[in-house]
């Protein structure tokens, strides 16, 4: 039987779209700026796409990306939903 979860329980996600190919120096620049204990409150996770978008909790969105601009890895667009990073 599979039970299931609450509305307050899922996890609220933003998308960053990121100006760089390359994950490990996005992967990087976060775990300098927040580290290891940040990381996993954060729960990053890379989208497949055409681009680089990086999927993180939505209390941790700045911290991510002040690690980032930090880093000088420009941060494009910011969004909700993945559709909304296509406009």
């Known amino acids: 039987m599979k039970l299931k979860t609450r509305a307050t329980e899922k996890i609220k996600r933003r998308y960053i779209l990121v ?11 976060v775990l300098d700026y927040i580290g290891l204990l940040g990381w996993a409150k954060a729960k990053p996770v890379f989208v497949e796409s055409r681009d680089t978008v990086l999927s993180v909790d939505r209390a941790w969105d700045l911290h991510v990306r002040a690690a980032l601009e930090l880093e000088g890895i420009k941060v494009i667009r910011v ?9």
């Open 19 to 29: 100006d760089s190919n390359d994950r490990n120096k996005v992967e990087k620049a």
């Open 79 to 87: 969004s909700g939903t993945l559709a909304g990073l296509g406009r």
